[in-house]
């Protein structure tokens, strides 16, 4: 008994129904994962930024409250509100090193992977100029 060309039509569609139900939530995945992926490198590179702004305005200044400010201001797209800050050494001495480590959290887009992220930025620089 052979088929008829609508009923052949009819199974084909039934199949590729089937298999975008099979492939979708992989793909849905993917994408969730490329969002979150993108959103946590974008606050690594924020929060470095943010903890370079701070050694550099700790090594001219040699102030810790100045120092926060800029890295507050220096990563604007960022709830700085929740910064970690933590200077070594506490003061510039004239030919050290200052380093300044900021830790945050950042929240999560899709929820899919967790609601928030930890990320570290370390800042150096010669103190005294």
Not at 7 to 25: K, N, Y
Not at 52 to 57: Q, V
Request: with cysteine; net charge neutral; aromatic share 6%.
């Amino acid at each position: 008994m052979s088929r008829s060309p609508s009923s052949m039509e009819d199974s084909s569609r039934g199949a590729i129904a089937v298999e975008f139900a099979l492939v979708a939530p992989v793909l849905l995945l993917l994408v969730a994962g490329i969002i979150e992926f993108s959103n946590i490198f974008n606050a690594q590179v924020s929060v470095t930024q943010a903890a370079r702004e701070a050694a550099r305005n700790m090594a001219i200044h040699n102030n810790q409250g100045t120092a926060t400010t800029a890295a507050r201001v220096g990563a604007p797209g960022l709830d700085t509100s929740s910064f970690a800050l933590a200077f070594s050494p506490t003061a510039c001495a004239p030919n050290t090193n200052i380093k300044v480590t900021i830790s945050y959290t950042a929240p999560g887009i899709t929820g899919v992977f967790g609601t928030g992220f930890g990320v570290t930025g370390v800042g150096a620089m010669r103190c005294g100029g």
